[in-house]
């Protein structure tokens, strides 16, 4: 079956440090890949996807490759604000009926 | 934009009750799915409808019902609630077709706790 793993929270950065949540799959066929934030007390938001292997995907400053070959998608920010403090999740879709698979969240906390 | 939205943000009950949660999307899609969301178990799909009247289980459906007699609404229905039905309910649509079949829109969430 689908899976994802994610990287465990929670992660506490200083304003301007470089992000990276590592998110690694295990999938039977040729999925697309997500990522989704939940910042607090709201619900989940697209973040970026990637459709097919090579792809990048990007928004708001952070971005993901889709690498078929190490099967990942990490996700990667070059310099954090507080703004970004959040939950993100990796996911993962079965194209042969759109569910998506999630990983468990990793918790980012950005302080001033 | 998409507009999800669920009936509640807060929700408690108490054992045996029956609770129902309900959810709107604005957008025509036909997709419509529960999640309950857990710290460290991410997002767990209880169930989903591809179209009107029509429900699929997902990987966690016990305990839980679900009704789809319009488009636009999906309702998710916990029979007799128990306390390990505590927790965050997320639901979430998407529309059919157009390379966007895979992309979920999500409401903001309903925290029920069953005391």
């Known amino acids: 079956g689908n899976s994802v793993t994610q990287m465990e929270g929670p992660v506490t950065l200083s304003e301007e440090a470089f992000l990276t949540i590592n998110c690694t799959y295990t999938a039977t066929g040729y999925p697309s890949l997500f990522w989704y934030v939940q910042y607090p007390g709201e619900g989940l938001q697209l973040l970026l996807k990637?459709?097919?292997?090579?792809d990048k995907g990007s928004n708001k400053g952070f971005e993901a490759t889709y690498r078929k070959e190490t099967t990942s998608f990490h996700l990667e920010k070059g310099s954090v604000q507080v703004s970004d403090s959040a939950v993100y999740f990796c996911a993962l879709s079965d194209r042969n009926d759109y569910k998506l698979s999630f990983g468990a969240g990793t918790t980012v906390t950005v302080r001033a | 934009d998409v507009k999800v939205t669920q009936s509640s943000r807060y929700l408690v009950k108490r054992t045996g009750e029956k609770v129902f949660l309900e959810c709107v999307q604005d957008m025509d899609h036909e997709n419509m799915f529960w999640y309950r969301q857990d710290p460290g178990l991410g997002l767990r799909l209880i169930y989903f409808?591809?179209?009107?009247?029509?429900?699929e289980k997902g990987d966690i459906p016990e305990g839980y019902s679900v009704s789809r007699e319009k488009k636009e609404r999906f309702s998710l229905i916990l029979e007799s609630a128990s306390t390990n039905q505590t927790s965050m309910y997320l639901c979430?649509?998407?529309?059919?077709?157009?390379?966007?079949?895979?992309?979920?829109?999500f409401g903001p969430g309903t925290r029920l706790t069953v005391l």
């Open positions: 409808s591809y179209d009107v009247k029509m429900k």
């Open positions: 979430a649509s998407s529309i059919t077709g157009g390379g966007e079949t895979d992309t979920q829109y």
């Open positions: 990637a459709t097919k292997a090579d």
